[in-house]
């Protein structure tokens, strides 16, 4: 372990407890805090146009046989005709609620007004990611929640970024999993900046989480970012999800790169059980690895990592893109605030825990959740598809009211954390940046 590593679990160690409060803002002017922290590199693919995927590899890669199959619903996406009873019967339809359907359609379909008349308008009831109207609806074209560093949970450490567990996360409706990951003794592990200051484990673990999830909730659509922190072949990252059992669910997509009028609905998806895209910001091939998509040629991003709260809606990375390339693919919304710490060798960018109330409020503080959604939609004429955010249960349940706001849905759901086990205490494990600095004078007075 070196020095840093050392210290840094020294001071991690001793800076929780303390409350959350107006002056650790205060205190942590005397860190440095630049409006924008350098964005991380690699090289980014760039296409001219699309191609079509190779689809040979599909069925040894992501295939399963027998038994070890999941099910998935089956039925129709888009069930048109005015079909009678019987030759509807029994069929699942999954779209948007407003759209007229076929009658005679049964539990997932309201049958009251269908007995009579073929004109009548029965409306799908299944949900599709918690809203009937999303069934109809592309992927992309949906606002939906990121858990920034998913799995960077551990109590006490300073370095977390939410409170709530994965399999929490999924069921208050979090439906991407992000976060940083680490190639370290020849295995993938999620570690926040160094195994030493949080490792939340392999990789495969978590992953093993997210498939248990999936499987026993079959009218969701998931998605998975991966960091590639090392820039490691994106060979290393195949053992990890296939190990996990996602394979039989993993959506490889017929066109390189997919633009936003590419993507299925989610009622496809769902119907073809092929649920859960993998992205990987650096170093994806989809040409060897098809289920393992490049993120900067599908999405981009506002700036990363911001430090300023006016969370400006600017296209970040990848770098350069000219407008008609801004618009045929979604984006993501980075809505976590970081102050930067400056450990002689080593950056650190830790969540602003003083501000973090008002930086996931759906109201119209300077800095809220909803005023950024707001502000990139004005921007850029639709809203972001992900609105990435720390803490996502500070709020209780406020990010994924901007969400539906986003959406046009309204949201009604419990949140957050109640359907798992998490910390009772965890509001009051938020480490106060008093603290931090205080420990920081303290490593600084050592050295
Ligand atoms: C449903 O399918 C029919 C026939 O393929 C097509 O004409 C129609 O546009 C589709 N409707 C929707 C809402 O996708
Ligand atoms: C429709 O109802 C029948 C009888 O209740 C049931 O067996 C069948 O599973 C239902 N179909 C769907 C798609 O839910
Ligand atoms: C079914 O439709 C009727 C009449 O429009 C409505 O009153 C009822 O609430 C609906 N039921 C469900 C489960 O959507
Ligand atoms: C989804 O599509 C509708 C209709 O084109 C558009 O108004 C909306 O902004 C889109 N939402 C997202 C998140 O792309
Ligand atoms: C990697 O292996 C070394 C040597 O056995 C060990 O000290 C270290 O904790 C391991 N790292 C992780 C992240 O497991
Ligand atoms: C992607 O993989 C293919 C097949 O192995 C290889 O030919 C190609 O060079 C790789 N592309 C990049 C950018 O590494
Ligand atoms: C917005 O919500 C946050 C968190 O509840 C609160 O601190 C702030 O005062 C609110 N701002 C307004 C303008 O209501
Ligand atoms: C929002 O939803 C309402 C109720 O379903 C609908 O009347 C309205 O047209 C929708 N607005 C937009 C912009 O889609």
Redesign the pocket.
Known sequence: MQWHSFFLAAFLAVSVGGQSSATDSTTATSLRTPTYVAPPTGSYASYTGQVTADTSARSSTSSCSGSSCPSSPTGSQNATGTGSSSSTTNTLLLQGSNTPVPTGMNTTT????SSTSSSAV??N?QPCNNYPEFCSKRYMNVTEVCAHNSAFTTPNNAARNQDVVILGQLNDGIRMIQGETQYVNDTIYSCHTSCDLLNAGTLEAELTTVRRWVAAHPYDVITILLVNTDRVDVNKYTAPIMDAGLGPYLYEPPKIPMHRDDWPTYGEMILSGKRVVVFMDYNANQTEVPYVLDQFSQMWETPFSPTDINFPCDQQRPPGLNAEQQDLVPYLANHNLNVEINLGSFDLLIPNFAQIGVVNANNDSTGSLLNMANDCTAMWGRPPAWLLVDFYDVGDGSVFEVAAKMNNVTYSRPCCGQTTSVSAASGLLKPSLSLVAGALGLLFALQ
């Open positions: 309201n049958m009251t007004a029965p409306t009831t």
